[in-house]
């Protein structure tokens, strides 16, 4: 019982961290495409919410992968190639 409840988590994480790397590229590619799109506009594109698109943004900043430049209102999206 125990490793079938241990076999279940494993599964649930490996989903998350997969659905996690799509929902990275689908930002990553919307910026790429558009820097000046918004946070809304990044919901349309992938469907997550408000939270979820800023919690994907921090980890790419995190990461090193992005940055603002400029403010919300007038800035763009701008993308680090490493």
Not at 6 to 29: C, D, F, G, H, R
Not at 52 to 62: T, W
């Amino acid at each position: 019982m125990l490793r079938c409840m241990k076999s279940a988590v494993e599964e649930m994480q490996e989903s998350n961290q997969k659905s996690n790397q799509k929902s990275n590229q689908k930002i990553l590619a919307a910026m790429h495409r558009d820097p000046s799109v918004t946070i809304k506009g990044l919901q349309d594109i992938t469907g997550l919410s408000e939270s979820g698109v800023k919690k994907v943004i921090r980890q790419l900043r995190s990461d090193g992968l992005v940055r603002r430049v400029g403010g919300a209102k007038g800035g763009h999206w701008e993308i680090i190639q490493k």
